[in-house]
């Protein structure tokens, strides 16, 4: 009985060993790069955006022009749109596919905190009925973002403008 536990022990122990063998193989030289990491940088904030700005803003950084169907050798400039339920952005590629400009807006969506806090301080007791947040993003100018807000209180509207910092326009 000692034997074959001995044996089954080696065998246990051997076996593992055995199966560590490791080929190297040479793979082919992969190049990453991001050829709208200006894009996202630029329209980034302290204050994270709302879930389907984020979603859409990230989808139009990943955009591939040059494998789409719309790609074609003859042109230098292909304005693209993308739409969701909240919103939609016309954006602007070279041929290379970086983006050069965005027009962006959005109707209905969570407002950061500071633009939240901003309109609580100055209008208390007012209640946010629609809120449209535009993004113009150029890769020469930079970006504006704004908040155009209707505020109601009763019967009375007022609407206003803000920025992303929550600064009235």
Known sequence: MKKILA???CIGLTAPALAQIVKTEQLSEVTVYATNYKY???IGSEEPAAIPVEMLERKVAAFDLLNSEFYS???DLYQISFYIPEGKILAAYD???KIIRTVERYEDIALPPSVREAVA???PGWTIEKDVFAVSYHDQKGVTK???L???NGD???RVKLDETGNFL
Do not use: T
């Open 7 to 9: 044996g089954l022990l």
């Open 40 to 42: 996202l940088n630029s």
């Open 73 to 75: 050798d003859e042109y």
């Open 95 to 97: 041929a290379d596919g």
């Open 121 to 123: 301080d100055r209008f």
């Open 146 to 148: 704004k908040y155009k």
């Open 150 to 152: 209707v505020l109601s």
């Open 156 to 158: 009375k509207k007022v």
